[in-house]
């Protein structure tokens, strides 16, 4: 008889609630023009004059990149890469001759220390040619070891790790399970303590480059004790300790050379040395490595959109319909339009959000989490428009294209490799509801107690005070502003109007969000729909500022200006028409009738629309067994040669 499946520990909705509560970094010390933004404060003074690069940076940035497109275009065979769906060794090895794993780490411990801004560059150019290969160097650099270690890590571990992480030792992230992804207050991997020791035990999924990783990041439980505080910790664990077994490499619809795995870990005895941080920090560490990590992901959405427009614009003026190119028919023409300004778009919201990286004057936390949710689905809408101008040829693998005799274009392929920017690193979904927390904390920092039901009447008569003397300063300056103030922003010329919209639309955005705390009060944070919009919006305002702004700056210094005023114009105009449905659908939608709906379909009562169709899939349990033990599957770690 076998051994019952392991289930990650049962908590209540609001036990899960505080889990990520706590871990989340509570405390703003710098501002945040996104921040503001949702509060109905457009601050354009934290990114205007657009912050630029120290000339020391750029230098060493650009020599880099060069050396980096050389090698891209001399030993990098991305078509390889698909039909083998695994990277070869000696492309892996030649990165690291070119010191590619060591980009975002300090030179005094054998990196190059590029900024953040050189590093999403060079992540761009090398996706452009393998997004499997991207995926490798950010899933190693953006949150992997290096930077935990940078951010929490003690003098020792860095002397111990970095020289390795730097030049030839690959790391992996590992904090998902099967039966755990973004409510970690359910992590069933546990660490326990043992003299000068942990043990760890416990199964990790999705384990990017866990296949061939050499150094890994753990995410563990350890269990409360004397002596220990316990709580989810996080760990560097040598990759071939014994116990470790890469049971799977998993296979995708997109990324085929993605080395991706499942990891056992039995009674793997890890030093206390190798601890990061404090016991029970370890998704704080988790989330503050994700504020700027998550940036590597809209960079390569970023690298994605402009092989889109690339495309596009060879094939619209090759292809002929009807006696003109397709990109002179206004069907076609629109979709052209679209994927040039969203490039321009998506280039803009990077290259801003990390030049404020770099200079560290602003909380970037919601910058950066709004790039990766808008550069996900706006790269995701690209790709799919790409596919549909290129029609048939779009639908085409590459190779069977060139059989055939025409050029190798893999659309269809960057249509799958893209699909998973959407859930990576925080799902659409998951992005909503961070960032939707993030936006009304200000509201919650002064009213939460009002609304919570574990919160005595006496605090919440104070918070009820607080809250009064809040809103009677912030809600009449939501009435009026710039925005209403013909000649504002006048420097921007013809773009100025969309500034004046960015600001009218902020405050207005900032009204919709408290009349909807009013109105649902401690239901709001179940409003997950409406709370989407919101960010939605706030993500398209967020787009806009950016473009302008990079538009100015190309303008004041001769390069491209007069084009890139046009773009950022088409642009916004296409965003302020997204934000009107948005707006409209705030109040006027089908929310509570959806639910309904699945109610209904839980309950089984549409099963009878299943009928006349086959299920091919098997009869296999839908989570795996986690349950604690030795593998019985043969390893399939390998070391890059």
Not at 360 to 380: F, H, P, V
Not at 525 to 533: S, V
Request: proline residues 5%.
């Amino acid at each position: 008889m076998s051994a019952p499946t392991q289930r990650p520990p049962k908590v209540t909705e609001r036990e899960a609630r505080q889990v990520a509560e706590a871990a989340r970094q509570q405390d703003w010390h710098k501002p945040s023009f996104a921040k503001e933004l949702f509060l109905g404060r457009f601050r354009l003074d934290l990114i205007h004059p657009h912050p630029l690069p120290a000339d020391e940076d750029v230098r060493r940035g650009e020599a880099f990149l060069a050396k980096l497109r050389a090698f891209c275009e001399t030993r990098v065979d991305g078509a390889r890469i698909e039909r083998e769906a695994r990277i070869p060794d000696e492309t892996v090895q030649g990165l690291k001759e070119l010191g590619a794993l060591g980009m975002k780490i300090d030179p005094k411990y054998g990196g190059l220390g590029l900024t953040q801004l050189y590093y999403n560059r060079a992540l761009a150019l090398v996706g452009s040619v393998s997004p499997a290969l991207g995926a490798l160097l950010s899933a190693h650099q953006s949150i992997g070891v290096p930077q935990p270690l940078k951010l929490f890590g003690t003098q020792e571990q860095k002397d111990a790790f970095l020289p390795r992480l730097a030049r030839s030792d690959i790391s992996a992230f590992l904090l998902t399970e099967p039966d755990v992804g973004s409510d970690p207050a359910r992590l069933a991997t546990t660490a326990v303590p043992d003299g000068e020791d942990y043990v760890l035990d416990g199964v990790k999924l999705w384990t990017t480059n866990g296949v061939v990783a050499d150094l890994l990041v753990v995410m563990a439980r350890v269990p409360a004790s004397e002596g220990h505080r316990g709580g989810i910790t996080a760990f560097v664990v040598e990759g071939d300790s014994p116990g470790i077994t890469v049971e799977h490499r998993n296979a995708f619809m997109g990324l085929r050379g993605l080395e991706n795995g499942v990891t056992r870990f039995h009674q793997v005895r890890v030093p206390a040395a190798n601890r990061i941080g404090p016991e029970g920090s370890g998704l704080k560490i988790a989330l503050t490595t994700l504020n700027t990590g998550r940036l590597s992901l809209p960079a390569a959405c970023a690298g994605a959109g402009k092989w889109c427009l690339k495309i596009a614009r060879e094939w619209a003026a090759e292809r002929e319909q009807w006696g003109k190119p397709v990109a002179r028919h206004e069907a076609v023409g629109t979709k052209i339009s679209f994927i040039a300004a969203t490039a321009f778009a998506l280039e803009a919201v990077v290259d801003l959000a990390s030049q404020m990286a770099d200079e560290d004057r602003n909380d970037i936390r919601i910058e950066a989490a709004l790039a990766k949710l808008y550069g996900s689905e706006m790269a995701w809408r690209m790709a799919d428009e790409l596919v549909q101008i290129r029609g048939g040829r779009g639908y085409e693998t590459a190779d069977s294209l060139a059989a055939r005799g025409e050029r190798a274009v893999p659309a269809e392929q960057l249509l799958r490799d893209l699909r998973i920017n959407r859930i990576f690193e925080g799902s659409t979904e998951i992005m909503h509801l961070l960032i939707a927390r993030e936006a009304v904390d200000a509201h919650l920092a002064v009213a939460g107690d009002i609304i919570d039901p574990d919160k005595a009447l006496a605090d919440k008569a104070r918070a009820g005070a607080r809250a009064g003397g809040f809103y009677a300063r912030w809600l009449p300056k939501l009435v009026a502003g710039q925005g209403q103030v013909p000649g504002a922003y006048g420097e921007f010329g013809e773009l100025a109007t969309h500034l004046r919209y960015v600001e009218r639309t902020s405050r207005k955005l900032a009204r919709s969000t408290f009349y909807a705390m009013s109105r649902w009060q401690g239901r709001m944070e179940l409003k997950q729909a409406f709370l989407g919009r919101i960010v939605d919006i706030g993500a398209e305002l967020f787009a806009m500022s950016a473009v302008c702004v990079r538009a100015e700056l190309l303008r004041t210094t001769g390069d491209h200006g007069r084009e890139a005023q046009q773009l950022a114009d088409a642009f916004c105009r296409q965003a302020r028409l997204r934000i009107a449905e948005l707006f409209g659908r705030l109040w006027a939608n089908t929310d509570d009738l959806d639910r309904k709906v699945v109610d209904g379909v839980l309950a089984g009562s549409y099963t009878w629309l299943e009928e006349g169709i086959l299920d091919p899939s098997d009869d296999g349990p839908w989570i795996a067994d986690t349950t604690p033990g030795p593998s019985d599957k043969e390893n399939v770690h390998r070391k890059i040669r």
